[in-house]
């Protein structure tokens, strides 16, 4: 499953597609998608937690520091202390979807 990405740009051309109005082209599709990821990005910073009903929560999370981590690359031991990231929690009914595609993978 990890293989398939979709891009932004596969994003705006799926939604392009699906569109029944002619008159809103890939720009103006690009534009809402941008403003949008710029308003969950700026609330997170907030520290404000953004709900879609439907598909999913986005939060801003605490991390516990570490004082035994390690760079992969270097080997290099490395510690840093608390701090937050940007975490998404998926809805009930996204969960529900999800774990009837692991079932529909399981039996082929």
Do not use: C, W
């Amino acid at each position: 499953m990890a293989e398939r990405k979709k891009t932004k740009a596969d994003l705006i051309e799926t939604i392009y597609e699906n569109l029944y109005d002619s008159s809103i082209d890939k720009q103006d599709i690009q534009k809402v998608i941008d403003g949008f990821l710029l308003s969950v990005k700026a609330s997170l910073l907030k520290g404000e937690t953004i709900e879609l009903r439907g598909f999913g929560t986005f939060e801003p999370r605490l991390r516990n520091g570490r004082e035994k981590a390690r760079n992969p690359k270097t080997g290099e031991k490395l510690s840093y202390g608390k701090h937050y990231v940007a975490a998404f929690r998926a809805g009930q009914d996204l969960k529900q979807k999800m774990k009837m595609l692991n079932e529909e993978k399981s039996e082929n």
